[in-house]
T-cell receptor
Framework: NAGVMQNPRHLVRRRGQEARLRCSPM?????VYWYRQLPEEGLKFMVY????????ESGMPKERFSAEFPKEGPSILRIQQVVRGDSAAYFC????????????FGEGSRLTVL | DQQVKQNSPSLSVQEGRISILNCDYT??????FLWYKKYPAEGPTFLIS?????DKNEDGRFTVFLNKSAKHLSLHIVPSQPGDSAVYFC????????????FGKGTLLTVNP
């Protein structure tokens, strides 16, 4: 999983600020998934993107959260007006387009909201 | 509603013995199951998977068993090694779900030397 790059690894925000988390897929991977892990919980699916398209955002909170995967550059998960409940580890996972491709996870971005 | 359940938050075994981690699921649409291993401050690493058309898959020291009628799977590690100490997550996906994984809460395995 070392090939999936996430930054920042740690991010501290005050309530009301914006958080931007970036994910650069492994070479050759065109599918990006974002997961969130709250303390003492498993990973929860948030959104699935391919280049320039959101395929499935059924796990995204309806407000304040958005994601994109532009033609050039990393995928970005954006959280506006953060609240303390947004404090979590956010993991990006990527795969190739093939049906049998495995998901490779990044090391995560840990968001702390003060 | 938790569709994938790992009822044991932790498990402790002696080095060289067998580790058995259990996982139950409720969604009958799940047809692909995976185990991930996670060290602190790292992302999950894929360990082993099994399709619902099989009941066993083996890879070295790791074997996953699937009992579809009981909606239960287990991961066996034998022999256990101290380096196996980590959190193990069970995950499942359903056909047509865009490979969207549903994870359990994890089991912390500690292998004592």
């Amino acid at each position: 999983n070392a090939g999936v790059m996430q930054n920042p690894r740690h991010l501290v925000r005050r309530r009301g600020q914006e958080a931007r988390l970036r994910c650069s897929p492994m070479k050759g991977h065109s599918h990006v998934y974002w997961y969130r892990q709250l303390p003492e919980e498993g990973l929860k699916f948030m959104v699935y993107l391919q280049k320039e398209n959101i395929i499935d955002e059924s796990g995204m909170p309806k407000e304040r959260f958005s994601a994109e995967f532009p033609k050039e550059g990393p995928s970005i998960l954006r959280i506006q007006q953060v609240v303390r409940g947004d404090s979590a580890a956010y993991f990006c996972a990527t795969k190739t387009g093939s049906e049998s491709g495995e998901l490779f996870f990044g090391e995560g971005s840990r968001l702390t909201v003060l | 509603d938790q569709q994938v359940k790992q009822n044991s938050p932790s498990l402790s075994v002696q080095e060289g013995r067998i580790s058995i981690l259990n996982c139950d699921y409720t969604n009958s649409m799940f047809d692909y199951f995976l185990w991930y291993k996670k060290y602190p401050a790292e992302g999950p690493t894929f360990l082993i998977s099994i399709s619902s058309i099989k009941d066993k898959n083996e890879d070295g020291r790791f074997t996953v068993f699937l009992n579809k009628s009981a909606k239960h799977l287990s991961l066996h590690i034998v022999p256990s090694q101290p380096g196996d100490s980590a959190v193990y997550f069970c995950a499942a996906s359903a056909e047509g779900s865009n490979y969207k994984l549903t994870f359990g809460k994890g089991t912390l395995l500690t292998v004592n030397p």
